[in-house]
């Protein structure tokens, strides 16, 4: 079976995944889901989002807040943009056949590649010299020929796309020289953030000086809105992961059957903060919002991209939790607290954001819900500061999506609906 969008009949000597042409596919298609491929290929960030956020949160318990911050930052920005740039293409021009499948094969190497030098750009943001970008930048390099090469098919095959190919190929050519400089020249620590910042830039314009924003490939609403929402799933996967790291050594006795109150604190805040949080992000149909509302994909595409930071940190600020709970961290109970709250907080502002910007609409009942949002997770700090346990806390913030998700289910749902009939 193929997940081809071309209906074709196999026979003598042909392949069942022939060459396609890549002309584009509907951007009206119905029934679009997600592929097993484009969910094959997710795996690989799996890998790649899970190595930031351990170093992240091992960084950060032994009191290396800015090196810690400054990696983390880096690593998932580069990780969120190289899972946008395939996963845009795919929507528009995903043809299933095998060399597509090959090219995304090479780029899943790439991901495995940038993945295993992660650990290296944080223990390089530990010792304060140049940062190590080689082994990131090599995967990039990986991902990005297999990128050109799809975009060149797009360039020969499709007269209708062109210029869009052709501006995609040199600008992500562009972009790529200049990533290579950074990482192989000998330039110092304060050029090398100046240049990141500046290339970073060109990353996120890229779109724009290719196509003039979102709208000129023939990409899917509602498949890209539902990739969107598998990758915030995969990253919550983290928050999971984070829950289990830290309270996996709290387990009393020698079979470890003998739970602690730290360690069932944990577990409840850890599963409950990610529940809320799945909550809170699926209760935005953003799918009809880009249907309705083609003109904001770009805004929906990178607006995510502190989305998912958000997601992440939280996960590596339960792992360290665990950290200090163990008597494994060199900081103090507020700043834990702190390492939690701070992310759950950018997740949900970010949603609150992006909903508020993508309907062109803000609703006074959301000031409400995000006043109060706001004074939970202040509350956990300030309960932290007085000398609550840092378990308890850890309950505290876990309300502060619940917020969001009982104002959605009283009365939210009924504004959200009245601004999708005004579409």
Known sequence: MSDSPHTSATGRGRLAHRLLPMTGRDPEETHRVATPLELLFDLTFVVAVGTAAHHFAELLAEGHLAPAVLAFLLAMFAISIAWIGFSWFASAFGTDDWLYRTLTMVQMIGVVVFALGIPALFHSAEEGGRLNLRVMVLGYIVMRVAMVLQWWRVYRQSPEFREVSKADLLWTLVAQVCWTVVAFAHLPFLAVIVAVVVIGTLELLLPLLAQGGAGGTPWHPHHVAERYGLFAIIVLGESVVGTAASSGDLLG????????????????????????????????????????????????????????????????????????????????????????????????????????????????????????TLVVLAAAVLLSAAGTSVAVCLLVVMLAPFVTVIGYETIGHRHQQRMLNEL
């Open 253 to 372: 006795g020698a079979d470890g059957t003998r739970w602690t109150g730290d360690a069932v604190a944990v577990v409840v805040a850890g599963v409950g903060l990610t529940f809320g949080m799945w909550w809170v992000y699926f209760a935005t149909p953003f799918g009809d919002i880009l249907a309705h509302r083609r003109g904001r994909g770009y805004l929906f595409g990178y607006g995510h991209i502190p989305v998912f930071i958000g997601i992440a940190g939280v996960g590596a600020g339960l792992h360290v939790a665990g950290l200090y709970m163990e008597h494994h961290a060199h900081l103090g109970g507020t700043a834990v607290v702190l390492s939690l709250a701070l992310p759950a907080g950018l997740y949900l502002l970010m949603v609150y954001l992006l909903h508020t910007l993508l309907f062109s609409a803000a609703d006074r009942f959301h000031l409400l819900l995000i006043s109060l």
